[in-house]
């Protein structure tokens, strides 16, 4: 598999508590992705990333933000976490020059109360 | 935007019958992908296709590109417990860095 690592691989929150996830790559991969799991909506692109300080709102994207610093790292934070964001969340990465493969890390089961 | 669409959105099959699940976009695509998730796991890339009517096959699973390119297919041949899992197509739009998944279809297999 791809040197893809997600943290926390679990949390349980409260609504209203800020939270940020990580997603931390050895691969040296351009692109970087956020996406989040729901029974009934299948894989849904919250952000994604093209470069080191280059990111992009998915179809997903309301009261979530992102930072790229460096090119390993991709951080998820939701300010205000909200009962609608308990979610399995799954990073991708993807390498060469876009529409390639994409590589998911093994998620990051989120539970807001 | 976007809309890719896939069905059925479950399939319960005899191990040893085939399965199949087919994907439509509103939109040509540019490329086609299909990944399966195990219970419990993450995707797993299976495959790209990006030619107008491309076939690929790997063992028992023969993908397909439609002649429009707004739509795919999976068909597996005689499954077995091992395909268990859900199969999601994913699309790219002309000069876009966005996967589009579609739901998945579940599949369950009955040895």
């Known amino acids: 598999d791809a040197g893809i690592t997600q943290s926390p691989r679990h949390k349980v929150t409260e609504t209203g508590t800020p939270v940020t996830l990580r997603c931390h790559q050895t691969?040296?991969?351009?692109?970087m992705y956020w996406y989040r799991q729901d029974p009934g909506h299948g894989l849904r692109l919250i952000h994604y990333?093209?470069?080191?300080?280059?990111?992009d709102k998915g179809e997903v994207s309301d009261g979530y933000s992102v930072s790229r610093s460096k090119t390993e790292d991709f951080l998820l934070t939701l300010e205000s976490a909200t009962s609608s964001q308990t979610s399995v969340y799954f990073c991708?990465?993807?390498?060469?020059?876009?529409?390639?493969?994409?590589?998911f890390g093994d998620g990051t089961r989120l539970s807001i109360l | 935007g976007q809309q890719v669409m896939q069905i059925p959105q479950y399939q319960h099959v005899q191990e040893g019958e085939d399965f199949t699940t087919y994907c439509n976009s509103s939109?040509?695509?540019?490329?086609i992908q299909w990944y399966k998730q195990r219970p419990g796991g993450h995707p797993v890339f299976l495959i790209q296709?990006?030619?107008?009517?491309e076939v690929k096959k790997q063992k028992r699973l023969t993908f397909q590109f439609g002649e429009a390119k707004k739509n795919s297919s999976l068909h597996i041949t005689a499954t077995q417990t091992t395909d268990v899992g859900t199969y999601f197509c994913?699309?790219?739009?002309?000069?876009?860095?966005?996967?589009?998944f579609g739901k998945g279809t579940k599949l369950s297999v009955i040895p």
């Open positions: 994913a699309g790219t739009g002309a000069g876009s860095y966005q996967l589009t």
């Open positions: 939109t040509t695509l540019s490329n």
């Open positions: 991708a990465i993807a390498g060469g020059v876009g529409n390639q493969p994409q590589h």
């Open positions: 990333s093209y470069g080191v300080k280059d990111t």
């Open positions: 296709l990006v030619k107008s009517g």
């Open positions: 691969e040296n991969h351009r692109y």
